[in-house]
Structure formats: C-alpha cells, structure tokens
C-alpha cells in the first residue's frame, strides 16, 4: 500500500484512517499525497476487514488548506506539465471519493480550503465543527473554484454558492451544512471522542452521541439579498446590485472582495457554476474543471495571482485583463475548450 510521511495509512478496528500529515503547511496536498491517498483507497475498496475510512489532518489548524499552489506556480511558469498531472490524478480522486462504496468520513475542522474541500466534501459523512473556515478561495489568485468545488456551489440554495465563489470568502461550519458542503456538526472539544467513537461504536453511534443541532447559519439568514443580487445575467450586473445597497453594508463589502478579486476568474467562475448546474454528476463537472484548470494554466492571472499572495507576498496583483468591463465573452469562452487530452473516468471507457 503506497504511503508516505505526508499521509499516514492505519486501520484500527475495522476502520481505514487516513491523516494528511503536513501540518506545517495546514496539510497542503502534493502529487504523492494524492497517489497515497488512492492507493489506501483503493486497497481497502474490496478489503473485508475495512468497513469505513476515516479522513482527518494533523496539526491544530485545519484539515486541508487546499493544493501546493507555489508547486502549480513554479509547473505553470515552466510549461504546465505537473500541474496538469496534478489535477488529472486529484479530480479522479475527488471523483472515486464520491463514489466510494464504504462509509467515508471526513473531519472538516479548522481550515478547509479548495482541495480540502476536493478530499472531503464528496464523502457520505461529513463533519464540521465550530473551528470550520471553509472556503474555495480560488478567485483570489487568478483561478477557478475546482476539485469538484462548483459542483457543490451550483447545488447550493438560492444564490449562496454564487456569492461563495465570486467573493472567494470563507463560511462556517454551520454555513456549509446549510449549503450542502456538510452533513453534521460536532463540537471541536468532542473531536477526539468522537473519532474513538467512530473506531469502538461505529459511524451512526458516534454521530448520535455526538453530533449536535448546527447553530443557524448567518450566510443564510441573508438569503434576501443574497439571492436578488447574484441573479444577475453578468458579473457587472451582479456588482451594481451589491453596490446599490447601502454603504456598510454585507452586500457592499462582497462587492468590494469581488473588486480585489481577478477580473477574468470571476467572469469564467460565474459561468462555470451555472454550467456545472446544468450537468448531471460529479465526473461530468470534474472534467469540466480540468478544462477551465488547464486554461488557467495559459493565463497570466494565475501565476500573477501566486505570485502576489504566496511568493513575493506584496498583496498587489496586476490583473489582465485589469477590469470586469475588459472581460470579453471570447476571454470566458477560452476557458472551456476541451483539455488536450480531456480528462477521462473509468465509466467513459466501458
């Protein structure tokens, strides 16, 4: 079985544990991460001694804070090839995750963020906890919200998903059980118990002795103009219903996060989420990401993107095209030509 010090293979009882072990990096995922990851699963899948995994993250801050974006800067600047690789093997993964025919239960405390979402969010048992930051920030350095990420925003009520993706912001456990990104709601304090609860009782008996009532979530206690906002056709329409409400208010500070965000990006990551409404499965919008990951790849956004939020740090990106109006339906468009190759799943060649 395929391991490395980055993820930690176990089985205690009966149950498969998988901890992401980069806790210095909030468990960033890299290429031998996911094939580590696949390959556990993969073992397991017709394993009779395992009958549910467990995913978790070491470290205190979060399960998953998403991929190695500086990995997928440096690969962008020299051609693509591992990012591409990267993704393929990621997405397959994602997509074997939602698919998987045991129990798979992810403990999403703290940070969980793009391909965190991408290792977690697919699962049949999704736990959140009141340290949930959950995000699919991706706007925000010149990329599109993947690993299934538009998937699940296209699914959520009303225009929440919309406003999840534009603004890149993040959301609470309590939000993303509303948003359909969680199913259950354990307090961090019970985390531990609750995953020996999970090895000695099972995953329903530890659920009923420890997951509680979710607190209301606040992004939808503002489903009102929320979803009169994001109706809009474009982004610029979108942008100057936020920026009709009065000064102070949430829907102005979203407009304002949309702003700082890549103009480009917010325009194909619009379009993406209300294409990825019309598909019918996870593959089919997988493959979808592949294609607008792959064209981020030949964008300047992305690497200008990394470059000013985790490499030179100056918080200072310099988009191109600079503004939302520059944005052109043939710039959106680029983004969802088909991968050379497209990305293909096991069902695709039966």
């Not at 190695?68 to 020299?78: C, F, G, L, Q």
């Not at 619009?270 to 790849?297: G, I, W």
């Amino acid at each position: 079985m395929a391991e490395n010090e980055d993820v930690l293979v176990s089985v205690r009882n009966g149950v498969g544990i998988l901890t992401l072990n980069r806790p210095k990096a909030i468990n960033s995922l890299t290429e031998p991460m996911v094939t580590a990851l696949s390959a556990a699963l993969r073992g397991w899948e017709h394993d009779e001694s395992v009958h549910t995994v467990l995913l978790t993250g070491a470290g205190e801050r979060g399960l998953c804070a998403g991929g190695d974006v500086v990995a997928i800067y440096h690969s962008a600047k020299a051609g693509g090839a591992d990012a591409r690789r990267f993704w393929h093997d990621e997405y397959l993964l994602n997509a074997y995750i939602g698919r998987y025919p045991k129990p798979y239960v992810a403990l999403m405390d703290g940070i969980v963020m793009g391909g965190g979402v991408g290792v977690a969010g697919h699962g049949s048992a999704r736990v959140v906890t009141d340290t949930t930051k959950m995000a699919m920030p991706e706007v925000g350095i010149g990329f599109i919200p993947d690993v299934g990420g538009t998937y699940l925003l296209s699914r959520a009520p009303g225009g929440s998903g919309l406003h999840a993706a534009l603004t890149g912001a993040p959301f609470t456990g309590a939000d993303a059980i509303a948003m359909g990104f969680a199913d259950h709601y354990v307090p961090h304090a019970a985390l531990t118990d609750f995953t020996e609860a999970v090895v000695n009782d099972g995953v329903d008996a530890a659920l009923t002795a420890h997951a509680i009532e979710p607190p209301a979530s606040e992004l939808l206690a503002q489903r009102d103009w929320i979803d009169s906002c994001y109706a809009g056709d474009t982004v610029a329409d979108i942008m100057a219903s936020l920026q009709g409400h009065a000064a102070g208010t949430a829907a102005v500070d979203a407009a304002d996060l949309i702003a700082t965000r890549s103009p480009v990006s917010v325009a194909v990551t619009l379009e993406a989420v209300r294409r990825a409404a019309k598909l019918e499965t996870l593959e089919d919008v997988l493959r979808q990401e592949y294609r607008t990951s792959s064209a981020s790849l030949r964008s300047h956004d992305l690497v200008e993107g990394i470059r000013a939020q985790l490499v030179d740090k100056d918080r200072n990106p310099q988009w191109s095209p600079a503004s939302i109006a520059a944005v052109t339906q043939a710039d959106v468009d680029a983004y969802f030509v088909p991968a050379d190759p497209d990305l293909m799943f096991q069902e695709d060649n039966r």
